[in-house]
């Protein structure tokens, strides 16, 4: 590499690999329209309603982006907490 030039650091998976471990991907199910789906949006958040990052989660980058955009949809309509610690 050149001098002055630094490395980014892997923000996930490959291509590849998170193509094989996208549910969504795989089953061709757009992430947006599962926003009411309390139980699967609780697999991509953490214990205080953030939401997981794609190295947690092996998504692809176009199902992260709307799986975010799902849980904060679903925030909005106080469908989950927005801010409170879930009981499990």
Known sequence: MKPGVTKYR?????AEESRAEDPFYQLNIDPLREFENFPLLNNFTSRMAKIKGRDQTKLTWKSQRRIGKAIRRAKALQLIPSHSQRTR
């Open 10 to 14: 892997r923000l996930g998976p490959g």
